[in-house]
């Protein structure tokens, strides 16, 4: 009797770990990242540090805040002597998805330092991005953003998409 009773505690216990999800817990993502961005966010090249925020499963507030240059610009002309300047952009995002999949969307800004008519532009955000899953593995993210202002008025050449790519820790 006291066998068969150990056969079925087995039988059973072996059922129910079979019958668990196999997707991993919402708080094992890892939420920070160090990224490079090109050509995106007002920057020629960045280099940035990101923080997601789990809402849940399928939604993800994301905000970053990088470090960059871009050079003063003419798309007709030629500037003999252009200025550098130094950027720090940053956004705040909602991302959607389910996974390691994600449609981004948000607000971005990037401040200017250096000799410019117009210290910060804010623009629009939206994008794919691939998050993983676990820690110590590469993201993605290829995004597109629109200024709110007519960004000739800064004397830079403004690229309406970007490229990132970093590591999750």
Do not use: W
């Not at 607000?107 to 250096?114: D, P, R, S």
């Amino acid at each position: 009797m006291r066998n068969i009773f150990l056969l079925l505690m087995l039988l059973i216990g072996g059922a129910v770990s079979f019958a668990q999800k196999s997707e991993l817990p919402l708080n094992s993502r890892p939420l920070n990242s160090f990224n490079i961005n090109l050509l995106g966010d007002v920057s020629i090249l960045s280099v940035n540090y990101e923080r997601q925020v789990l809402i849940s499963p399928t939604f993800i507030l994301s905000n970053k805040l990088g470090l960059g240059y871009h050079v003063e610009s003419c798309f007709f002309c030629k500037i003999e002597d252009p200025n550098y300047y130094l950027t720090l952009p940053h956004h705040l995002t909602g991302n959607l998805g389910r996974g390691s999949n994600f449609f981004e969307f948000g607000l971005g800004g990037t401040m200017f330092i250096g000799d410019i008519p117009r210290h910060y532009l804010l623009y629009s955000i939206i994008g794919y991005r691939v998050l993983p899953l676990r820690s110590g593995k590469m993201n993605f993210r290829v995004f597109f953003h629109l200024p709110f202002l007519d960004p000739n008025h800064f004397d830079i050449f403004f690229m309406p998409f970007g490229l990132s790519f970093g590591v999750s820790i």
